[in-house]
């Protein structure tokens, strides 16, 4: 037996194998295990402290060692890291280890941050209740954001579809069970995968059980975060991936659909099937960071008729020869979903410009471009009056 089989035969029956451990992890942590420490992965953090699970159980550990200036590089929930062995009081989370993909939205501080929500990911499952009207910008966004994989410091796994992340989105319609005429299930499922080209879409009643054998199929293999709004349903069905009611669930409002914070924090479990779930808090802003990748991915066909146009930096818009405008106007593109791209587009700019310079300079010179086009406009307008 060669040298990489017995890496990958000590990984796979390592205690940690069910939590995601594997031989690309074990090389990261080699320097750290001739120190002493101990590896291990966060399921939960709690003001400057996190739970971590470890070859000889969970432990709690302070997170004062790596508290870093870059709000990108503090402890969250999916990180792998090294700890203080047995023993050490007080324990103290040593590292972490290089992330291989992030799920990170932007805050609302005014200091133009991004919070990483959660790391080490394989599959985005973004849900989606069929109790409430379809918000299809919404889903959007989230995919935009999964496709991107901001804050990624190793080379990233790479999926079937080869997204860019290295995470592998989902979108998951819950409470299907609220939708009982088939037809229209079929057609929202249409709606949805017209905006999320090239994404699996599911429709699951966690209630009923409808659809989670194929989710938990598509989930068993590394690590899932469930994402979405409160009252998506994601507690429901993470205690359905579960076997057991592990996360707390409430009832969603009957006025709305919307429901309550039931979950607070987020909280990495293990699989009974094989794999690791991260459940979230609902987010009600989901704000882009560092995606224009991202929004490329989930505007490909955008993208491809850009392609086209005449001019390459075609804002298409008024410019002539616009092969996306005209699919516009032929009906082969919906208008929603290129003003969705536009919006998107420029939201992204707008929060990459705040910390790059040569970005902010390109901006005013095309509103300059643009200011000046309109003045143009209207005094050829009034010459011709």
Request: include cysteine; charge should be negative; aromatic fraction near 4%.
């Amino acid at each position: 037996m060669n040298l990489s089989s017995l890496s990958a035969s000590s990984a796979s029956s390592h205690p940690l194998a069910s939590y995601g451990w594997d031989e690309g992890w074990e090389a990261e942590f080699a320097p750290y295990a001739e120190q002493g420490l101990l590896p291990g992965r966060v399921v939960r953090v709690d003001r400057g402290q996190c739970d971590v699970v470890t070859p000889v159980g969970t432990v709690r550990a302070d997170t004062e060692f790596v508290v870093p200036r870059d709000p990108m590089k503090v402890v969250c929930t999916g990180d792998w890291v090294a700890v203080d062995p047995e023993g050490s009081d007080p324990r103290y989370v040593r590292t972490l280890l290089p992330r291989r993909t992030a799920f990170v939205r932007s805050t609302s501080s005014k200091r133009s941050e991004g919070q990483v929500l959660a790391t080490n990911i394989d599959h985005v499952v973004i849900c989606v209740s069929l109790a409430v009207d379809l918000d299809l910008g919404r889903i959007e966004r989230f995919l935009a954001l999964a496709m991107s994989g901001s804050g990624g410091e190793a080379p990233l796994h790479t999926s079937a579809l080869s997204w860019e992340s290295g995470a592998q989105p989902l979108v998951v319609l819950t409470k299907a069970d609220l939708v009982p005429d088939a037809v229209t299930r079929a057609h929202l499922v249409q709606d949805v995968e017209l905006s999320a080209p090239g994404v699996t879409v599911l429709t699951v009643s966690a209630v009923e059980g409808d659809g989670l054998d194929v989710l938990v199929g598509l989930v068993s293999g590394g690590t899932s975060v469930l994402l979405g709004q409160s009252g998506a349903g994601k507690s429901t069905l993470a205690n359905a991936l579960l076997g057991e009611d592990v996360m707390e669930v409430q009832a969603a409002r009957d006025v709305d659909g919307k429901g309550r914070h039931t979950t607070t924090t987020r909280n990495l479990l293990a699989l009974p099937g094989g794999g690791v779930l991260i459940d979230t808090p609902g987010l009600r802003g989901v704000g882009l960071w560092d995606a224009e990748s991202g929004v490329g991915q989930v505007f490909s066909e955008i993208e491809e008729l850009a392609e086209r146009c005449r001019f390459h930096d075609c804002a298409h818009d008024a410019e002539p020869g616009c092969a996306v405008r005209e699919a516009v106007e032929s009906g082969e593109l919906p208008h929603r979903r290129l003003e969705s791209y536009r919006k998107l587009m420029r939201e992204n700019q707008w929060i990459v410009a705040k910390t790059d310079a040569r970005v902010r300079a390109e901006l005013r010179r095309e509103w300059k471009r643009r200011g000046a086009a309109g003045r143009a406009a209207m005094e050829l307008k009034r010459g011709r009056r």
